[in-house]
């Protein structure tokens, strides 16, 4: 009886992105994972379904060798120059990363499809208040007179169905107003989250203007990009304004009715009268 020729291997994928000689390489245990280190100290992860690169992360000088837990969750690689020389040893949990990235995938797709707007962040959904009136005429207004102003030159404004990711912190948000420039950049193909703002304008609202003033700013202040913060009150007459200094500090103002304001980044001006019209400071009945 003749036996069966035998089949020759079959090359799944040619992984590159090293820049020093590989030295070592470990599987996880459901050979989804494949984590690489090269001498130079990088170490990257390689998703086997795909045959693309996962993540690179910054090792030990002279890696010797690297390993994945049974359950595939933590990755460890041990580095050292000489043989009695002092060793390192650096851990990742390498499950963490892919994780968060899927549930942003989960978070975009429910958001698209959904009536109301929800923020993200640690891959937590957070469901928005809705907005008064007047908090939406104001917006409107602010809107409307930069779109005025704007015409002709690269930046163009968008409320607040434009969603604005912070990419440094993670979190996904929707602005009332915000300026994009020239260069803008986008969080997918779908052109709907917005990275690059060079102007962010909230509306203060007695729920959110805590958050808004605070932990929110906490996080507009993180973008590169952006040049100006304001804070439009809805129940008075004024303007609280944020604007970087060239040393990458923030310059505080409070503009009331007597000054002007001016978004200096955009060259654009605001009016008192065009900002505030059809708005009641009297209390909206229910």
Same mark, same amino acid.
């Given at each position: @009886? ?45 998703? @086997? ?228 019209a059809r708005v009641s400071f009297e209390p909206e009945s229910a």
């Amino acid at each position: @009886m003749s036996s069966l020729p035998a089949q020759e291997p079959k090359l799944r994928a040619t992984l590159k992105g090293h820049t020093g000689s590989v030295v070592d390489m470990a599987f996880s245990p459901d050979s989804k994972t494949l984590a690489s280190a090269s001498y130079d100290g990088t170490l990257k992860l390689w998703d @086997m379904s795909t045959g693309k690169e996962r993540a690179t992360l910054q090792g030990t000088q002279a890696v010797r060798s690297v390993a994945i837990s049974p359950d595939g969750k933590i990755l460890a690689s041990v580095g050292g120059t000489f043989v009695n020389a002092p060793g390192e040893l650096k851990v990742w949990d390498i499950v963490t990363e892919k994780t968060q990235v899927e549930k942003t995938k989960e978070y975009l797709a429910f958001e698209r499809a959904s009536k109301t707007k929800h923020e993200f962040l640690d891959g937590e959904v957070f469901a928005m208040s809705g907005a008064s009136r007047s908090h939406h005429r104001i917006s409107i207004n602010i809107s409307g007179s930069l779109l005025t102003q704007l015409n002709g030159t690269p930046c163009e404004p968008f409320m607040s169905d434009m969603r604005l990711r912070i990419f440094p912190t993670g979190l996904y948000t929707y602005p009332d107003v915000v300026v994009a420039c020239e260069n803008q950049e986008y969080d997918d193909r779908e052109l709907d989250t917005l990275l690059t703002p060079t102007v962010v304008i909230e509306v203060l609202s007695p729920s959110t203007a805590d958050y808004d003033r605070g932990t929110k700013w906490d996080h507009y202040r993180q973008i590169d990009s952006l040049q100006h913060y304001l804070l439009v009150s809805q129940d008075s007459m004024q303007i609280d304004m944020y604007t970087r200094n060239e040393d990458n500090s923030w310059r505080f103002t409070v503009h009331q009715p007597d000054s002007s304001v001016s978004i200096e980044a955009i060259g654009c001006q605001l009016n008192w009268a065009e900002i505030y019209a059809r708005v009641s400071f009297e209390p909206e009945s229910a």
